[in-house]
């Protein structure tokens, strides 16, 4: 019971928000976040609710991982982390 | 007056009155204005009658992209165009809610005139009823239409043949994430439906010498119901290319929020053709010249039914390929 | 950080088949290095689906086997709690709100979809949100939350409960039926039929429970690597628990640093804690499992819709279902008697063909293809 997808959170304040992802938007709650949130941060919202903030430096260095898997054609994750 | 009462419904003169202020200054044609029992036609151009009707209760009834009225009528007009046909007349028939804002009325009338002229049909007829507060859910619309098909135009799902393609004239599911989205609470100013008349699509391949197997508009169910219903009465067998399918950055958003598949939510301006692979160009250059066949593409393949196989299937980016089936009851909002 | 973060990229590259096939290759060498025949669990309906979709089980090589556990909250939910439910939904005082998931589980008699055609007030809930404003519109109502699902969607209740405590709202009620899956893992664990080597662990419950939660997992032997759901992720999860099988070194590896961290998210546990003590749980096709469920504490009684007076008919098994042996992973659809003979997605016997997650679900809906003739 997992879906979630990570949105942007756009407007609003320490308890309820606006998040946006592709140019779409809905209201979420921030009731559950362990740190408090800032505008222009990324989460990911299951059921109407931020469950965590999305740690954007992990996501880049997936990003540069899944790049070199594809450029090098064979992967070794477990050298890399 | 600024509400729809149970008097408008009785056939007495608070119906007249809406009929000559409301209904008729809009639609506005001879057949109509002559208000008989029925509608009194000129004949027939040569062809085969199409004649083909359906019922509208969509909610909300006003959304981004259009609203109940414009539905009503696209949805009638693209049946008799996917057939082929030319539409010329439609019916109009109202089944309103005590309490319905005549303001709100107003829109889905306005809605139906200009979905009529860009569609270059007639309203010629209609009715009007109406319900108890709470027993109709604003507003319901029954249209009919007739058209009639070009003597040289041959369209069945059995004249689809291995090695024909299938297009789609634009971007799939947008209705349909557009109404869901409505009723939960999510927007996006690039969140839109589709609808829309199809039949200057359906033309345009006509006249550009395409030889058309056969069309279908993909309304409820979507692109994978319907091209399952025509590969299940053709008795072949279809392969979508997953990275070719075209689908709208704010409907592929919402599609992941709520989980739904768009291949499985209603178009109600897009249509589906069926060419010889040899005229794909020409189909989709004929298309491209029209603002609402901007986003056609290819995006399926015939081959060949033999035994075990299913239907429609999907090859994906990962080089497999899964069965793509009808849609199985109301595909829910999911969590999981 | 300079940049934004480029998700359309980040996304892309998850589903990018050239970084795929990079990693199927390794998985090719590890597998051939075991050589023997192995096999990996998820425990996540939402790992179930995307593996599924992606079709990633047929890439695998042919002594890897991919299974699902039971991942699926609404495919264990027991069927005596759906006929709770669906008695709720039939008292003229009480408005049942609910995900989507649960409108088509066949019950004793019936499904909720069917209750609410003879006239019950069931509504279809994306967030527990709405039906605390449905809640609110409709003061003289019990408006009940079926409050199904393991620990992603468990602190959205909880968070609800909080609200609708801070607000003074009476009338919203939960029904209680969510399932813990650290001690479900327990028991699978315990139970000699289950064969497994490795396990993935489901992304979002992780976000919740941390990757630490795991430990005890990989301690008894078991190979352990939380990750997302995306092809590529799934993919690197295989890779990392095929590498640890043939280094002999079970761990937990979190490959899903972007959002789980290793304490995972405390505020929402807590708030769990706040409403929810855990208790022996029954889960359908399974049995009892120690703990692996919450109930409300008796302080919150007043929000507990298990308190409320129904009539419950005597719960019935559908005969010839195998679906406890599906959701252990000892069988395969195909092996259920029932799996497309009379037990399809439109006529589901078993909660498992009911939920577009359930392992039936999924394997009909995408698996089919593997069952028949050669592809093109």
């Known amino acids: ?81 | 007056m600024k509400k729809i009462l149970l008097a408008h419904g009785s056939g007495g003169r608070l119906t007249g009155e809406l009929i000559r202020q409301a209904f008729v200054p809009a639609f506005e044609n001879p057949e109509l204005n002559e208000l008989s029992d029925s509608a009194l036609l000129p004949n027939l151009p040569p062809g085969q009658v199409a004649f083909s009707t359906d019922g509208f209760v969509v909610e909300p009834t006003i959304f981004p992209g259009g609203n109940l009225g414009e539905i009503s009528v696209c949805g009638t007009v693209n049946d008799l165009a996917v057939a082929g046909a030319r539409p010329l007349w439609l019916s109009w028939a109202l089944i309103l809610e005590e309490g319905l804002p005549l303001e709100k009325l107003q829109v889905f009338v306005d809605g139906a005139k200009s979905a009529a002229a860009q569609a270059g049909v007639q309203i010629v007829c209609g009715d009007t009823k109406v319900v108890p507060r709470g027993k109709g859910d604003e507003a319901f619309v029954v249209t009919a239409g007739i058209g009639v098909v070009p003597p040289e135009r041959k369209l069945n799902d059995k004249r689809i043949e291995v090695g024909d393609a299938l297009i789609v004239s634009g971007t799939v599911g947008d209705h349909g994430a557009t109404i869901l989205a409505c009723r939960h609470d999510i927007s996006g100013l690039e969140l839109k439906s589709d609808c829309g008349p199809v039949n200057r699509l359906t033309e345009a391949l006509f006249d550009a010498g395409v030889d058309v197997k056969v069309m279908h508009d993909p309304t409820r169910g979507g692109v994978a119901t319907t091209c399952n219903e025509a590969a299940e009465r053709g008795g072949h067998r279809l392969v979508i290319e997953a990275k070719d399918i075209p689908v709208s950055t704010a409907t592929r958003a919402v599609c992941e929020l709520l989980g739904m598949d768009p291949l499985y939510l209603a178009c109600e301006g897009r249509v589906l053709a069926w060419v010889p692979e040899a005229q794909v160009d020409l189909a989709l250059a004929a298309w491209h010249a029209l603002p609402e066949g901007a986003g056609a593409v290819r995006f399926g393949t015939i081959h060949e039914r033999t035994p075990g196989t299913v239907p429609v299937s999907l090859r994906t980016a990962f080089g497999g390929e899964q069965p793509v089936d009808v849609l199985s009851g109301m595909d829910l909002p999911r969590i999981c | 950080m300079s940049e934004d973060l480029d998700l359309a990229a980040l996304r892309r590259s998850l589903e990018d088949p050239a970084a795929g096939g990079a990693m199927l290759k390794r998985i090719e060498q590890l597998a051939s290095e075991l050589d023997r025949p192995i096999t990996l669990m998820e425990v996540c309906g939402t790992h179930t689906h995307s593996i599924a979709a992606a079709g990633l089980r047929r890439l695998m090589p042919s002594n890897v086997r991919l299974v699902s556990g039971p991942g699926c909250p609404v495919c264990v939910t027991p069927i005596g709690w759906v006929d709770r439910a669906m008695a709720l939904a039939a008292r003229e005082d009480v408005i049942v709100t609910t995900f989507g998931d649960m409108m088509r589980v066949p019950a004793s008699h019936g499904t909720l979809e069917e209750s609410r055609a003879s006239g019950a007030d069931v509504r279809i809930c994306y967030s527990t949100r709405d039906a605390l404003q449905i809640a609110r519109d409709n003061p003289s109502k019990k408006v009940v939350f079926l409050a199904v699902g393991f620990e992603t969607t468990a602190p959205t209740i909880a968070a609800a409960l909080e609200e609708a405590e801070r607000e003074g709202l009476p009338n919203f009620l939960v029904l209680a039926g969510h399932k813990t899956i650290p001690e479900a893992l327990e028991a699978l664990m315990d139970n000699e039929d289950v064969k497994l080597d490795g396990l993935l662990c489901p992304g979002h419950v992780s976000v919740i429970i941390g990757s630490e939660a795991y430990q005890p997992v990989a301690q008894a032997g078991l190979p352990c690597s939380v990750v997302g759901f995306a092809p590529n992720d799934v993919l690197v999860g295989v890779a990392e628990l095929l590498a640890q099988l043939v280094a002999n070194k079970p761990a937990v590896k979190n490959l899903y640093s972007r959002v789980v961290r290793p304490e995972g998210n405390p505020a929402a546990r807590a708030l769990l804690d706040k409403f929810f003590v855990q208790t022996d749980s029954d889960w359908r096709g399974l049995g009892s499992i120690p703990r692996s469920g919450l109930e409300l504490r008796s302080e919150y009684a007043h929000r507990d819709a298990s308190l409320l007076e129904v009539e419950l008919p005597v719960a019935r098994e559908p005969m010839g279902c195998r679906c406890g042996e599906v959701l252990q992973g000892t069988i395969d659809p195909p092996e259920c008697p029932l799996f497309g003979n009379g037990c399809d997605p439109e006529h589901a016997v078993g909660a498992c063909m009911v939920s577009s997650e359930g392992t039936c679900a999924a394997w009909h809906r995408h698996e089919r293809l593997a069952l028949s003739a050669p592809q093109s």
Request: glycine share 8%; proline share 2%; net charge negative.
């Open chain 1, 1 to 81: 019971m997992c879906l979630s997808i990570p949105m942007k959170l756009v407007e609003g304040d320490e308890f309820a928000a606006v998040a946006e992802v592709d140019g779409v938007r809905r209201e979420v709650s921030l009731m559950l976040l362990p740190q408090a949130a800032k505008l222009g941060d990324w989460v990911l919202v299951h059921a109407g609710y931020a469950i965590c903030q999305v740690d954007e430096d992990e996501a880049k260095q997936t990003l540069a991982l899944l790049h070199e898997a594809a450029e090098a054609g064979v992967l070794d994750w477990g050298s890399k982390k």
